[in-house]
């Protein structure tokens, strides 16, 4: 992400929008094609008909595009990915000459296909015909799933959005959370704006005490020291703790049985009192990505005999993390190139040729390292939760916090992605693993 990019200030949401700034712009999508009356019939039908069949073809591409991010890393080697942005921006020229024509015959697409008006009104080509209209779009995402909103968000290219987003959030605007979300992910958002928030009690604390805390700021990390939920809180905890695997251990091992996400934790930071396996709990193939334990794999493959297509695919994707290229076929071939019930087979004839277990953490068919885990974030092969997990352990172990989110757009995960393979200190950290996990209690 641009170091260089504007963070918006106490002085940029002194004027806040509400609820009914966003209702008001909203009345005119209904005002706006009252006003196509005075086109005739055969030129309302033919419009019409132009704006609808283009819409449903955005849609799809809308979908596919957030799709492919939630599959996996949105590699420059994804020739579709082009495609699907050059089709989009095709389209988009389509309704750029209807709103020339009258904005009505754009907006005659909402009730039908709500997230390709909001996608139009959130580009820069309808900002410069008509600067409501990023209001518009934003206003439109009330509506739509919270992942296709976060990417509509973060692939804008509106020269106003953030600013508009800093002065809802003011507003307590009802979707905040998500508005707070998105320009923290932008990195559009100052310190003194947050720490503003905080005193106004704008979001919740415990979401601004977060971001202050992984900001260094003492009195948001003492008031995670405070909380009285730990597990809202833990990945904040682990990345500032000096001690993370003693104060993860005497808060919740020594009596209780850990919970998932205690597991979870637990597994990446390679405590040995969360040795144990359980194949049967819900993230278990994220937990066999954590500790690159090959022994577990033949496990693994037995229990994927029961599983249907669905089940299974993480499983093969997590497996793909621990032996990259080694393995027999790569997840995306399943039920393409493969037959998910042929996969299985390729799978035994490979565990009976090959020496699949090792004597140490395996990652992308190498020991378990920084290297093997950036290149594991730069696989299209593997899923956003996985994604998630290793971006959250990239992290911990650096002690380097780095927003990430699967859907932010191939050019910014890249940057990134170069930003912190260019610190020696993040790989030096990250290659201690396991060597600091043992501790006395």
Request: proline share 3%; net charge negative; aromatic share 12%.
């Amino acid at each position: 992400m641009n170091k260089n990019k504007y963070r918006h200030l106490v002085a940029d949401v002194e004027k806040p929008l509400l609820e009914t700034d966003k209702k008001q712009v909203l009345s005119h999508i209904q005002s706006s094609q009252e006003e196509l009356d005075s086109f005739s019939d055969l030129t309302i039908d033919f419009l019409r008909t132009k704006a609808i069949l283009a819409a449903e073809t955005a849609s799809f591409y809308l979908k596919q595009l957030c799709g492919f991010h939630q599959q996996g890393y949105p590699s420059s080697d994804i020739s579709y990915l082009y495609l699907l942005q050059e089709q989009l921006a095709a389209i988009e020229n389509v309704f750029v000459a209807l709103f020339r024509i009258h904005h009505g015959f754009v907006n005659l697409i909402y009730e039908e296909f709500p997230e390709v008006l909001a996608w139009l009104y959130l580009g820069q080509q309808f900002e410069n015909q008509d600067k409501k209209s990023t209001l518009l779009g934003i206003s439109i995402l009330d509506d739509l799933d919270t992942t296709l909103s976060i990417t509509l968000i973060l692939r804008s290219d509106s020269l106003q959005l953030d600013k508009i987003l800093v002065r809802l959030i003011e507003g307590k605007s009802s979707n905040r959370d998500l508005y707070f979300q998105c320009v923290v992910l932008k990195q559009s958002v100052s310190i003194q704006l947050v720490k503003h928030w905080l005193e106004e009690k704008t979001l919740s604390q415990n979401t601004l005490h977060s971001y202050l805390a992984l900001s260094n700021v003492n009195s948001s990390i003492q008031w995670l020291d405070e909380a009285k939920n730990y597990e809202d809180v833990l990945f904040e905890q682990l990345i500032l703790k000096e001690d993370r695997a003693t104060w993860l251990y005497q808060k919740y091992l020594p009596e209780n049985k850990p919970s998932d996400i205690v597991c979870s934790y637990s597994k990446l930071l390679a405590l040995k009192e969360c040795s144990e396996f359980d194949i049967q709990k819900k993230h278990s193939y994220v937990h066999l990505v954590l500790c690159g334990d090959t022994t577990l794999v033949p496990m693994v493959i037995e229990h994927l005999k029961a599983l249907d297509e669905y089940d299974a695919k993480p499983w093969y994707e997590a497996l793909f993390i621990l032996y990259g290229e080694l393995l027999p076929f790569l997840p995306s071939e399943i039920g393409v190139l493969i037959d998910w019930k042929d996969a299985y087979i390729l799978l035994l004839e490979w565990k009976e040729k090959q020496d699949i277990e090792k004597t140490y953490a395996l990652r992308m068919g190498k020991p378990l390292d920084f290297d093997a885990s950036i290149t594991a974030m730069k696989s299209s092969e593997i899923n956003a939760v996985l994604r998630d997990w290793l971006w959250r352990e990239l992290c911990i172990l650096s002690r380097v916090h780095f927003y990430w989110h699967a859907q932010l757009p191939f050019h910014d995960q890249e940057r990134l992605f170069e930003n912190i393979i260019n610190i020696p200190l993040i790989r030096e950290r990250f290659n201690l693993r396991g060597k600091n996990a043992t501790v006395g209690y």
